[in-house]
């Protein structure tokens, strides 16, 4: 990596700190205002314990009295959450469209015996991902799942007197604990797509023609380490999954090839640590022989999140994993 690669990778780095902020705030007030949702919910269910002078049966009451205030409990999260996404889609725009440009500007000006022009870009070009459209689609679902998981809980607690109602409270906290693991990695990866979807922007109108994928290696999946430092034409979209935390640098040299840093990283480590990375079964099949470290990798599209690093399973390779 040249020092002027470097020098854009530090640019990232620095807008890494400044977009955390914002992604921690956006975090924190839909995890603030979620935990609300959930307490009204049991408080909702747990209603059911009053006495019902129709006689009506735990799903009937559920199905008549209950599911619609807590529909509109969720309904009125999801309006909520949907404004927090696209105030944080909206900041996290600017602050890599700001930090692309910089970029662009330190190494188009560096540049020697070529043209050294480049533009500012437009963040409108940025909102047009499929992550943002499949963000907000799935908070418009949100207020059906989370009733009709709450329903399949009445459902199958029928049958259970009395400790039917403690059964379905058992269970309550994993159903909202998963819906919102899905809330949470969106916000990350929404602010990180933003990012990269400005450097591609950005990379249109230099006269920079690669760039440089560049992993953190304390934090990268295996697929990351293996295919940091391969170099790309500008026109591809930049491979990442949710939560992904590699980014992209802009490449001096058109004649450049690619490198694997990350793949030497990992060799270095000592055992533990590749354990720890590979998983037990990849490991003991990769000391066996039995599969190469680059043929553990590939890159697989997801229709939400586009063209992402994929780390294959064992079972592609005709191995059984290890128990």
């Not at 990596?1 to 700190?17: C, F, H, S």
């Not at 809330?183 to 950005?202: D, G, H, N």
């Not at 990350?262 to 055992?271: H, K, N, S, V, Y």
Request: proline letters at 4%; hydrophobic letters at 35%.
């Amino acid at each position: 990596m040249t020092r002027n690669e470097e020098d854009a990778l530090r640019v990232v780095e620095r807008y890494r700190k400044r977009v955390d902020y914002v992604e921690d705030f956006s975090a924190r007030v839909l995890a603030s205002s979620w935990a609300v949702l959930q307490r009204n919910i049991e408080r909702d269910l747990r209603s059911m314990k009053y006495t019902d002078i129709r006689n009506r049966s735990m799903p009937v009451r559920y199905r008549e009295e209950i599911e619609p205030v807590i529909r509109i409990r969720a309904e009125r999260y999801a309006r909520d959450a949907e404004r927090v996404m696209l105030s944080l889609a909206e900041t996290t725009a600017l602050l890599g469209a700001e930090t692309a440009d910089r970029s662009a500007k330190r190494i188009t000006h560096n540049m020697k015996g070529r043209e050294r022009k480049w533009e500012k870009i437009s963040t409108a070009g940025l909102f047009t991902g499929p992550l943002l459209t499949a963000s907000k689609e799935a908070l418009r679902k949100l207020p059906s799942a989370i009733t009709e998981k709450i329903s399949q809980l009445v459902s199958q607690a029928a049958g259970m007197a009395e400790q039917g109602l403690d059964w379905i409270m058992s269970r309550i906290g994993d159903i909202m604990g998963n819906l919102w693991g899905g809330i949470q990695r969106t916000v990350r990866t929404l602010a990180e797509q933003m990012f990269r979807r400005a450097q591609q922007e950005q990379a249109k109108v230099t006269p920079v023609q690669k760039w440089r994928r560049v992993a953190n290696h304390e934090t990268a999946c295996l697929a990351c380490l293996m295919l940091e430092g391969t170099i790309y034409d500008k026109k591809e979209d930049f491979a990442d999954h949710p939560n992904g935390r590699c980014t992209i640098v802009p490449v001096e040299d058109p004649n450049a090839q690619s490198t694997h840093p990350g793949r030497d990283w990992f060799l270095e480590q000592d055992e533990e640590t590749q354990r720890k990375i590979m998983g037990k079964g990849r490991y003991e099949a990769w000391q066996n022989g039995d599969i190469d470290l680059d043929e553990m990798v590939d890159i697989k599209n997801d229709p939400i999140y586009g063209p992402q690093p994929h780390i294959r399973p064992l079972k592609d390779f005709g191995l059984t994993p290890s128990k």
